[in-house]
């Protein structure tokens, strides 16, 4: 019974409306609904016995009553009097259990049995039908006593009194009787003008011309019982532009010629034909020959055929055919077999997937193969003709459905056995019937559900088989243009450089777009894009993004999407809007979690919940005390005054004119968000996210088939399309937008279509000043903006970012050279990138950091030094060594991610690409443009670099900061606050208060509970985790351990290459083509005094002078180079997860293992800093810190670190602020005396390189290493055989306060910043041992997790754009961050009081969430060990530095499994309360001028001691160098006057 539960609905509307013909009314009509009866008590009841039988054996179940209800009550038969005279209206005012309908909103189909209804019945029910059913749809008028060849003269146009006006509406009507007359045509012609179905059901047709037309008609089905009438339906002038499907009765051989002339006329638009048999006709089926030449188009055939048919053939090859039914009429039904095989060959019908053979059989049935089983004899009959590329006969009962397309099952060929009239009592006992029935049930069950149990279907459960297995189509055998479902293949690429095969399908019906990257990985990432263009700055893409996760039409629960995903091993769902377009996206631990999330996911984008109550809460709302605030007001809030954010908009309104797409701030600016309503947002709704502007794009390894099945059943199934298309087509009627593909034929693509396709022409130079709010007014941005190719010329682009890497790649690069690495420097950096535009692309210069005298003149300094470098030409053996390296880390990133690399080049072709995907597969062939660009010569790189970057003409933009902005921002705020407040009252502020409070109310709403656990969740057991093999040599001897029984083999493979060495080398193997060797070095011993030194030997490490072994040099010039040549990459700085050790890490090919150990050994003992280099790199870092001033983030972490840690913390000196008191001081030294800054180096080499503070990491393919130990013994000789000391940890630096936080808080007022941002800390746990990690994981999860507790109550509520709470073990702290909140106190007192609600058990800690809390570990472990690098540094750090288990992770995630509701509570009240107590903790907060009083007044009223710091960006030696040039000014201007004074002498005493 669970199988029956948890079909799909559209399985259930199969079996329910698709029962065989025997089982109803005699066979006759074979999609006839269950009538509708007046006893309620059971809910169903129907017309004959048998059927009544049959659904009592579907509700078996009672859990099925809501469902049946849902299919069955849609679609009504009348058959007695007295439901038409008035039962039927009461009915329809019944509200049924699924949902509260209006009456008779359920209602979409009638059918009226005429046989049973009287005139007068019929024409009350008629005019009465507009008021009880409003959403008719449909009307299907049956004459059952046609069953009777003879008729007693009955009147066809009894059909008047059922045809009035109101039909106009409905979309299909079948009509049948005796007569059909031509008064009855005419008014079904002036009445049924949106027809989209006709069936004439009748035993005569009008035989003469009838001039009115069906515009809309796609499918046409005609029965008829004689000759004549075939032939004067080919007469009938009936204008049908848009006939899809026809069904018409083959009566007798003499037809042939008639049928032949019905397909000249409408053959060349069928995409269906149904050549319909008759009920009690002996004669043979004759198919006029070459038929198919008539229909090009053809995919579904339908034919009757006798064994008297010699021949089926078509004019020409590779027919579209896709599905074939075969009607046989025949007891030797295996010679009609043999007879068709020549027809069906692959070269005819090359697309021919699903074989159909419908035996019409009688009594013999059963004895038609020895074995009294038919089913056998045709499977070894039909599988050795028919040429489906997998044969497999499946025998069940069917009845054929020739108005509609039916759905077939999932084999590729199927037989099924249809009973003629004459042999109905085959199965006439009641036994037989439930046995028949219980069959059919079980096979369609099976056919759906091949493999697992699933829940309970339910409308607000996502429904559909996310197991289901690619049993129906092998994908890799189809080709392009071949279907499964509505989807198409449009484009097949498989990757001859890596394992990865990408198929784009899109619907033929919808016009959806569908791409999977298929390849092998633990993770699973959809990206869900919608093209959003927008004209204008009101954020409605933006907005949309936000409202669009707060429930939909079918999941009407704000939490309904994160609920979902809390049963998955899942990430948070998530989105990005771009300039462009709106991305959602989902990553999922295995393929049945994201095909179950899939249909959610697309539910709530295409047809969300768009409620009053969220936009308030997430858009704009004003608060009680007046402020603005909500998600994206406040996000926006703190974007929108920033340099990035008003250059980037500043330079598209210089651009773009009105009317452009690329125009508009996507995100929405705060005065157009305080205006925004919502049903502005739900307009742009309905134009933009349609399925014809939406692409799901899916990497990871899953089943394609079973991806699709998914989209079709579950997706697909729901979609419409709305009467407008978009705002830039024109409006038209839902008569004129009736079909889809007249539909698609309207739509205009964003960007490509629209105005904004025009490319972009700059026909002069201009530029742009732009200010942005800062109080340091000495250091702006420069940007340089020219028109770039297009799009599609990938080799041309290509060819710009390899330039970009040689022109400003590293230190010594042509324009870093020239510009940056000088003693006074032009800027601090230089990047060269370009952005897509639909047609073009914009080439962007950026320079940063530049000081205000070069403002004016860069443009003109970087075009100077271009064509200078253009001049001197490309050296070309040095752009091949970064071509060849480009290359190596394009293939490492391919090797990481796999398929995820080439996501965003697939949502770009969604955007601007060609439907067909040519554009991408050109795109993807990347090995091909290296191997282009590498036999390039000088004057092709010059030319590229003249054409794009030197010639053109540019638009210049200046950033330049302004003190007297920064101000006037301020006041403007404060003023339009108080003014805001003022006009709204006290009366106003309560309302706004009060609407706030209720739509936090209603958002807090939850999805009910036993839904949610409708949701199977998986098993951590079965996360497939990347195996890693690790070992570790033993100091002095030879020695190898391994680290578990399943590295015996690394093992095995290191003791063939035996090496006493006086250090530990650490391996961990993995699959791979590269190898990673990293040396971690302590900086525990390092003095205070040197702790500044850290960070500019960081800066001067690969810019040394090198000294080889036989005492060559190797200059900051030649260095790098090689390094490019011999490395993937390269890195040297302080460790991410140990901040007190320093990393030196190198990639290379496998091949390059002795090379990389080398490259080590000469940078770390070999090297020597230059002084000249150290000052120029002082410059660029004194230039850099007016920016690292501007930012929160900095200035928090500089408080706290000043506060928690004392000066043993390295990175405590490593601060801006921290940096300006000494940077001054030692330029001062280097002029005064270089070399003892130079000693200082030198011994903070000689401390980090002490033997016992070294470890030794080998990440990769170790197994391909030839001598994975004696290659160190040759390197590094003379080290020392010493005690390793342990690694330095956080909590050795702390000061007092950091030891016990307590009272401390810090206000810092930043002019730059508009929101507010606070960092909270007090005591945590410590040691990566510790017991209670598992609960205080757990405890942190179910806090800060997506729509969990502080999710809703501050997020939820517009308090912050965003919280988190996290523990470090390291320091021994717990911390708690709110970021761009209006108010960061508030977010913290709401925080606080969830907290102290769930300890006191006010608050009820939901069993639901508790399991969502560890759901989402157990995924954030997945997605940290997702890649086998990661896997690999995951095993080395937990096995070398933190002591744990190679069995760590199944052991963690087992322990947070059994960690209970009471252990969670626990861990809440003893490390995470105390964090919300002034005693217990340190509060810190970064704000702008306007809110730091408020807030200071807060912390205090909450018990804090409070220090309020006003920071800004200015530095002490911008004045003295503005004074310096003034002085210096001043002494040119007098030395020139002085000068024009002697030339003035000279020239009198000259003329005497």
Known sequence: MDYLKALPVEIWRQILFNIPSHWKYGGILSHLPLCLYSDLQSGYALGRRDQRELVGLLLICRQLLPLVEEVLYTDVCLRTVHLCNGEFERLARVKFATASRRRGEWVKIIRADVTNVDQLAALYLSSRLPNICPNLQAYHQIDHRRIAAQSNGMQGDRALGLLPGWLKTITSLTLSGHQLSCMTLSLILQLCSNLEILSLLALELVKHPIPESFPTLQRLKVLTMNSPCVSALSHVKWNLPVLQTLGVELSPAQDTGQLAG???????????????????????????????DYCPMIRQLEIAIDETLPVLTIGYDSHPLERLTILLRATSWSTTLSQLSPNFSRSMFPKLQKVFLVLLLGHSYPHVHPKGHVGVAIQEAASRIFPCRRPNITEFDRNMDSSTTSSSPTTPLSIQKRQTASSRSFVGTRLALFSAAAVFIAYITMMYMPNTLHEVHNPLVPSGDPNIADVAVDVSTLREGDYIGNFELTKRIKLNYTDVTITKWRSRESGLEVVHVDYQGPIINGYFAVATEIFDDSGRPHTLEHLVFHGSKHYPYSDALQRFTSRSFSATPNAWTAQDSTVYTQSTAGQGSFLRLLPVFVDHILRPRLTTDTFVTEVHHINGEGNDAGVVYSEMQGRQNTIGDLVDLAYRRKLYPEGNGY???????????????????????????????????????????????????TIESQVTLPPTLNANASQTSSKENGNPLQLLDKWKRPFVETDSARVLSITKNMELYVDFPAKEENFGEVTVITVGPKPSDHLTLMALSILSEYLAGNIVAPLNKE????????????????????????????????????????????????????KRGIGLSRIRDIIDRDELMWRHGLEELGGEAFSSGILEDFLYGNRDGSDLETGLQVPEYYETLRSWTNEQWVEVLNSWVIKPNVLVVRGRPSSEMTDRLEQEEKARVEAQVAALGDSGLAKKAKELEEAKEANEAPMPDDLVQEIPVPSVEDIDWIKVQSASTTMGIETVQEANEASLELKNHLDQDPCQLPYILHFDHVPSQFITVTIYMSLAEVPIE????????????????????????IEEEDLLPRLDRDLVSWSFGQCNEFPEMLCLEMTAETTKYSTVIEWMRLLLWSSKEKISKLKSRLAIMKQSIPEDLRSPHSALGEIQSELLFTDQMTGRHLFPRRMIQWLPEMEERLRRNPKEVMVELQRLREIILQPGGLTFSILGDVMKLHKPRSTWGQNFPHLKQVEVKPIPLLNETLSELG???????????????ESSFSYHVGNGISGFANADIPAIIVATNILHGAELYFWKRIRGAGLAYGVGLSTDVQSGHVFFNAYRSPNAVKAFEEAKAVVQGLVDRVIPLDPLKLEAAKNAHAYSVAELCSTRSSMADFAFVGRVFKGRSSSFIQERLASVRKITEEEVLSAMKTYILPLFHPETSVALIACGPNQAEEIVESLRGDGFDVELRRLDDRVPWATNEQDLRAKALKVLTDAMNAGAGVIKRTQEILRF
Request: glycine share 4%.
């Open 663 to 713: 125009r508009s701030e996507t995100g929405g600016l705060m005065e157009a968000l305080r205006t925004l309503n919502l049903e502005d947002i739900k307009k742009y709704h309905s134009t933009y996210y349609v399925p014809h502007n939406l692409c799901l794009v899916i990497t990871g390894h899953l089943s394609t088939h079973a991806l699709i099945t998914q989209v079709q059943n």
């Open 1090 to 1113: 040197l702790k500044r030194y850290v960070t500019i030997l960081e800066t001067l490490f690969f810019t040394t002078v090198v000294t080889l072994d036989d005492g060559t040099q």
């Open 1299 to 1313: 030891r016990s936080p307590r009272k401390k808080a810090v206000v810092a007022s930043l002019a730059t910043v």
């Open 262 to 292: 019905l397909l000249q006329v409408y053959g060349s638009k069928l995409v269906a034909l149904h050549f319909i048999d008759g009920w009690n006709t002996s004669s043979p089926r004759v198919i006029p020959p070459r038929f198919l």
């Open 819 to 870: 510009l940056v690495d000088l003693s006074s420097p032009y800027c601090t950096s230089i990047s060269l990138d370009s952005t897509t535009r639909a047609t073009f692309t914009e080439l962007h210069v950026t320079m940063s950091d530049v000081p205000l005298k070069y403002l004016d003149r860069m443009e003109h300094i970087l075009r100077r030094v271009l064509k200078k470098i253009a």
